[in-house]
C-alpha cells in the first residue's frame, strides 16, 4: 500500500507540472529563449506627465516607439519615501526599498563615524582614471543584491556595464558584481571608474574621453532645437523661477556655455549635451565591450542625468527643459536605432523608467494660489535644539538634521537615563508647529509599529534603523526644505515626486498599455523572471503582469 500510495503521489505531482505548464525542460533557458542584450535606462527627474505633455513635440522613434510598440505601465509609482537618485536608483535595481537595501537617501549622517555618508562613497577604493580621491566610489552601502548581481552570478559570461553623468547611476547600476561602472568627472571632462570594477580604463573609454566631445560641448552654445516660439507647452523664456549660470544676466536663450563653465567641464551636466554624451558613451560601450555579441544576455545600465541638472535649475514648465526632452527623445532614437542595426530587432530587451520625479517651482505654485511654500529647517532646528535643552539639560541633543529627519546623540539620550522614545515623542510633537509642516513620525514608531497603507507606510519603507533619523519631518504638498525662489527639487512621497514611466519594449514584450497600480520594486524581479535566474536577495518578489 505504502507503494501504491508512493506512485500515486507521484502521477499526480506529474500531472500538476504538466497542467501549469512546467517541465524542468522549459526552466532551462537556451541562448535562443535569452536576450542578447539589455538596456535599462532611467530618465533622472522625469515626471510621468511630461510624455503626454511634449507628446506631440516628439518625433517617430523615440518615447513614441516605446509607448506604442511596447509595453506602457502608465500608472507607476515609488512605494516610500525619500524619492531621491540613490534610493530611486537603488529600487530599480534591487527590487527592495530602502528599508531593506540601505540607500535611504542621497547620502545620510553615519553615526559611527559622525558625519555625513554619501551613498557610493568608499574610502578603501581608488579612482580610475583620475587622480581626485573626490571618486572613490563603490557599491558597498548597497545591502542587497542587484538584479545585476544576479545575472552575472547566473552566468559568468554575462557583462554588465553601468554608464552615467552621476557616480551613483553608474555604480548602483553595476552593483557588486559588474564588469565596470563609468561617470562623468566634471573637472577634467572624462569619464571615470573605480578599482571595484577595473584597475585600468578600458582602451575604448580611453579613446572615447581622447575624442574630447565634452570638452567640445562646454565650449559650445546652447540654442532650442526648435524655433524658440513652437514652445507652446511651456513658460516664456524668462521667468523669475529660473536659476541662471554663473555669468548670465537673464534666464533666456541662447546659453553660451563657454563664458560660463570656468576652468572646467560640468556645466555639461547641466544641458541636453550632458544626455547626448550618455548616449554616445552607450554605443561605444556596446562597441567596444561587445555587448550582445554572445550567447550570454549581457546588461547596459544608462542613467540619462541631465535631465535632473536641468529640472533643478530652470523647473518642469522652462522651455529649457523642454528642449532637454525634446533633445532626449532623439538620443533615444539614435539609441534603438542603433541596437536594431547592431544587436537585431527583437535579440534585446529595453527598460525605460525614472529615479524620481519632481515638484513645480514652490514661488510658482504661490504665485497660482496653489499648495506650496518653503519650510525653514534652520529656524526649526535651532528653536528644537533649545527646546530640548530646556526639556532634558543643556547639552547639544541634535547631531544632524538630513533628509528632513532630526538625528538625536543616542549616547547622550542613554548617559543621562532617558527614554529615546521619550525624547523622539517631544521632538516630533515640537515639530509641528512649524509652517509647512504636515505631520512628524518617530524611529521608534517605524522600528515596532506597522504602517501597512498610506504615506506612513511609504515613510516606513525609506527607513532603517541605523541610517535614519530619530524624527521624520512631512512637509504639506507643494512645499520645499529651503529657501531659494528659484529652481525646484524632491523627494517628498506626492504624486508629482513618485508617478514616474516604466515602460518595457522588445525581447518578448507584448504591445499594451495597463492603469493598474504599479511600483518601482517590481522591476528588477520582473526582469529576474523574464530570464529566469534568482531574485535579487530583498526583493518582495511582486512581478509585473503584462496585461492590459
Not at 539589455?38 to 518615447?63: A, C, H, M, S, T
Not at 544587436?343 to 514661488?363: E, M
Not at 504636515?438 to 541605523?466: C, E, I, P, V, W
Not at 524632491?490 to 515626486?497: L, M
Request: proline share 4%; with cysteine; hydrophobic share 35%.
Amino acid at each position: 500500500m505504502k507503494f501504491i500510495r508512493t506512485i500515486c503521489g507521484t502521477f499526480l505531482m506529474l500531472m500538476i507540472l504538466v497542467q501549469t505548464g512546467w517541465t524542468q525542460q522549459q526552466n532551462t533557458q537556451s541562448a535562443a529563449d535569452s536576450p542578447k542584450l539589455i538596456v535599462n535606462i532611467v530618465v533622472d527627474q522625469l515626471r510621468y506627465d511630461y510624455i503626454p505633455l511634449y507628446w506631440d513635440k516628439f518625433e517617430d522613434d523615440g518615447f513614441k516607439r516605446l509607448v506604442k510598440q511596447g509595453f506602457n505601465f502608465n500608472n507607476n509609482h515609488f512605494n516610500y519615501f525619500p524619492t531621491f537618485t540613490g534610493p530611486g536608483h537603488a529600487a530599480i535595481y534591487t527590487g527592495a526599498t530602502p528599508s531593506v537595501n540601505g540607500i535611504v537617501g542621497n547620502s545620510w549622517y553615519d553615526r559611527s563615524i559622525d558625519r555625513s555618508m554619501y551613498v557610493v562613497s568608499d574610502s578603501t577604493v581608488s579612482p580610475v582614471g583620475t587622480d581626485s580621491d573626490a571618486e572613490k566610489m563603490s557599491p558597498r552601502n548597497l545591502l542587497s543584491t542587484t538584479v545585476t548581481d544576479e545575472l552575472k552570478s547566473a552566468s559568468s559570461e554575462s557583462k554588465v556595464i553601468g554608464i552615467s553623468s552621476k557616480d551613483r547611476g553608474a555604480v548602483l547600476a553595476a552593483g557588486h558584481l559588474g564588469d565596470a561602472a563609468y561617470w562623468y568627472e566634471g573637472e577634467t571632462g572624462k569619464f571615470v571608474s573605480s578599482s571595484w570594477y577595473v584597475s585600468e580604463l578600458p582602451k575604448w573609454v580611453q579613446n572615447f574621453n581622447e575624442e574630447g566631445l565634452a570638452k567640445e560641448f562646454a565650449n559650445s552654445t546652447w540654442e532650442t532645437l526648435l524655433p524658440i516660439e513652437e514652445y507652446t507647452e511651456s513658460n516664456a523664456d524668462d521667468t523669475p523661477y529660473e536659476a541662471t549660470f554663473e555669468n548670465e544676466d537673464a534666464p533666456v536663450f541662447p546659453h553660451d556655455l563657454a563664458a560660463n563653465r570656468g576652468d572646467e567641464y560640468g556645466i555639461v551636466n547641466s544641458t541636453p549635451f550632458g544626455n547626448t554624451l550618455i548616449a554616445e558613451l552607450a554605443k561605444s560601450a556596446i562597441e567596444g565591450e561587445d555587448l550582445g555579441s554572445g550567447d550570454a544576455t549581457d546588461f547596459l545600465g544608462v542613467s540619462f542625468s541631465s535631465t535632473d541638472y536641468v529640472g533643478h535649475r530652470y523647473g518642469p514648465h522652462s522651455i529649457e527643459l523642454q528642449d532637454t526632452y525634446l533633445r532626449l527623445d532623439r538620443n533615444i532614437a539614435d539609441i534603438l536605432d542603433y541596437l536594431d542595426r547592431e544587436i537585431g530587432k527583437g535579440n534585446y530587451l529595453v527598460v525605460l523608467t525614472s529615479d524620481h520625479g519632481v515638484v513645480d517651482v514652490p514661488q510658482e505654485l504661490i504665485d497660482k494660489n496653489l499648495p506650496g511654500g518653503y519650510f525653514d529647517s534652520d529656524t526649526a532646528v535651532k528653536e528644537l535644539s533649545q527646546y530640548l535643552k530646556n526639556e532634558f539639560g543643556d547639552e547639544e541633543w541634535i547631531e544632524d538634521y538630513t533628509n528632513q529627519q532630526i538625528y538625536l546623540d543616542r549616547k547622550l539620550v542613554e548617559k543621562n537615563g532617558l527614554s529615546l522614545k521619550v525624547v523622539q515623542d517631544k521632538a516630533a510633537d515640537f515639530l509641528l508647529q512649524f509652517e509647512g509642516v504636515l505631520s512628524t513620525n518617530t524611529a521608534h514608531n517605524f522600528q515596532y509599529k506597522n504602517f501597512d497603507r498610506g504615506q506612513q507606510a511609504m515613510y516606513q519603507r525609506g527607513f532603517m534603523y541605523d541610517r535614519s533619523g530619530d524624527i521624520f519631518i512631512q512637509l504639506k504638498s507643494g512645499w520645499l526644505d529651503t529657501d531659494y525662489p528659484t529652481g525646484t527639487s524632491h523627494g517628498s512621497p506626492y504624486n508629482y515626486d513618485t508617478h514616474v514611466p516604466l515602460i518595457f519594449y522588445g525581447w518578448n514584450v507584448p504591445q499594451g498599455e495597463t492603469s493598474r497600480k504599479t511600483a518601482i520594486p517590481q522591476i528588477a524581479p520582473t526582469i529576474s523572471n523574464m530570464l529566469n535566474i534568482p531574485l535579487p536577495s530583498g526583493s518582495e518578489a511582486n512581478i509585473l503582469q503584462f496585461k492590459k
